[in-house]
């Protein structure tokens, strides 16, 4: 954590631009995206890079588990979506842009924004002139 968080260090792919804070994170990129490793559902067939997230995927899509707030009707289906609804909502908790202002309820949001408005990073498609803020957005 120290290394990774407090001094910067990152585990760079051979074989992409993708940065891992962690070397499992890197090894779990690596066997997911550059050798095709999926974990799939089979109830549905949807696949997923992380068996983490395909027992997600079947606790709250196919066992039909939710997380209830206790504040008011709303219900996650992951106990960290809850939490992060309870700060936001409950707690007025945002992450503000320091350069525009506008409040995101996640951090992961607010980095994407600053990405895509303020540092102008684009994802390209390889088969035509579209331009995505995402890389997820090209799939």
Do not use: W
């Not at 949807?46 to 009707?73: A, R």
Request: glycine share 6%; hydrophobic share 20%.
């Amino acid at each position: 954590h120290h290394q990774s968080v407090h001094m910067g260090r990152k585990y760079p792919c051979d074989q992409c631009d993708y940065q891992a804070i962690q070397k499992a994170n890197l090894t779990k990129h690596h066997q997911s995206v550059h050798m095709g490793r999926k974990h799939p559902c089979q109830e549905c067939g949807q696949q997923f890079t992380e068996k983490s997230s395909l027992t997600k995927h079947q606790k709250s899509v196919h066992m039909g588990i939710k997380y209830p707030c206790q504040q008011c009707d709303y219900q996650a289906t992951q106990k960290a979506d809850l939490t992060r609804h309870h700060q936001s909502v409950h707690m007025g908790r945002k992450h503000p842009c320091q350069e525009c202002g506008q409040q995101f309820t996640e951090k992961s949001s607010l980095t994407k924004h600053q990405k895509s408005v303020h540092m102008g990073i684009k994802y390209p498609c390889q088969q035509c002139d579209y331009q995505a803020t995402q890389k997820a957005d090209l799939t």
